[in-house]
C-alpha cells in the first residue's frame, strides 16, 4: 500500500481566493497563523517545568484543498458535520485532462466508460497544481457543462479538482456547484500531485474536522494506493 499526499500545505498567508469589492477592487482571502502563547510566554505558567504553545488560526473555510458540502450552496442543504464518513473514503478515479489552456473547458470525450464511474470520486489532473501561488494558477481549464450532466447521470459520489474552482469564474451561475451540490455530489478543490497516481485502484480520503453549520472546510486529502 501507498499513500500519496493530495492536499497543498496550509500556511500563513496561503493563496486563497479573491472576491471584487464594491469600489472594483479586489479582496484575496488567505490564513492567518500565529502562536496564541508561545513555549517562552506559557514557561512561567508551568513554573519552569514544561513548556507549551497554542496556535490560533483565522481562515475562510473555501481555502487551501477543501471540500465543499451541499450547504456551500444550498441553505437546506448538509453542511460539513453532516456528512457521513463514507461519503468522505471512496474509491477513486483519474481523469487526464492535461494539455487546456486557461479558459478551456474539457469534453466529455475526456470521460471513461460512464459505468466505471458510479459510487466514485472522480478527479480531473488538469496539472495546474503546479502553478499554486502564481497569478497563472488563477486563470484556468474547467468542466463542461456535458461533463457535469455526464456525471450526475453516472451517479458518482464526489468530483474533484487541481484548480482554485471547479467552475468557470467568468460564469455567475456555477453550473457545476449548483449541479453537482443539488445532487449531493461533494467537490474538493486546490488538490495536487494527481498525475502521481493511477487512473484507479485507489481510496481518496477527503475528511474535514465535523464543523456545525459550515459550508465548506479544508481537508488532509490524501490516496490509498493498492499494491498488485
Known amino acids: 500500500m501507498t499513500l500519496i499526499d493530495l492536499s497543498h500545505s496550509f500556511e500563513d498567508g496561503m493563496p486563497g481566493f479573491r472576491l471584487e469589492d464594491e469600489n472594483g477592487t479586489e479582496t484575496e482571502y488567505t ?5 496564541l ?55 477513486g478515479i483519474v481523469v487526464d485532462a492535461r494539455g ?25 489532473d488538469f496539472g495546474w497544481s503546479q502553478y499554486w501561488g502564481s497569478e497563472k494558477y488563477r486563470s484556468y481549464p474547467y468542466l463542461s457543462e456535458s461533463v457535469i450532466e455526464t456525471l450526475i447521470e453516472a451517479n458518482v459520489a464526489l468530483v474533484g479538482v487541481d484548480t482554485i474552482n471547479i ?17 449531493e455530489i ?15 485502484g485507489f481510496r481518496l480520503f477527503a475528511v474535514p474536522i465535523k464543523a456545525v453549520e459550515t459550508a465548506a472546510m479544508p481537508v ?3 490516496a490509498e494506493v493498492s499494491e498488485n
Open 100 to 124: 487546456l489552456a486557461p479558459g478551456e473547458q474539457l469534453t466529455e470525450a475526456a470521460l471513461p466508460p460512464e459505468a466505471s464511474l458510479a459510487g466514485k470520486a472522480v478527479l480531473f
Open 186 to 200: 461533494l467537490i474538493v478543490e486546490n488538490l495536487r500531485n494527481l498525475t502521481q497516481l493511477p487512473e484507479s
Open 220 to 222: 488532509r486529502a490524501f
Open 37 to 91: 502563547f508561545t513555549h517562552e510566554e506559557s514557561r512561567s505558567k508551568y513554573e519552569g517545568e514544561a513548556a507549551f504553545e497554542v496556535t490560533e488560526i483565522q481562515f475562510q473555510t473555501s481555502v487551501g484543498t477543501y471540500l465543499d458540502a451541499p450547504y456551500h450552496r444550498y441553505p437546506d442543504g448538509r453542511d460539513i458535520s453532516e456528512l457521513e464518513i463514507d461519503e468522505l473514503v471512496l474509491p
Open 31 to 35: 490564513a492567518e497563523i500565529h502562536p
Open 167 to 183: 467552475d468557470d469564474h467568468r460564469d455567475p451561475a456555477r453550473p457545476a456547484h449548483s449541479q453537482l451540490l443539488a445532487e
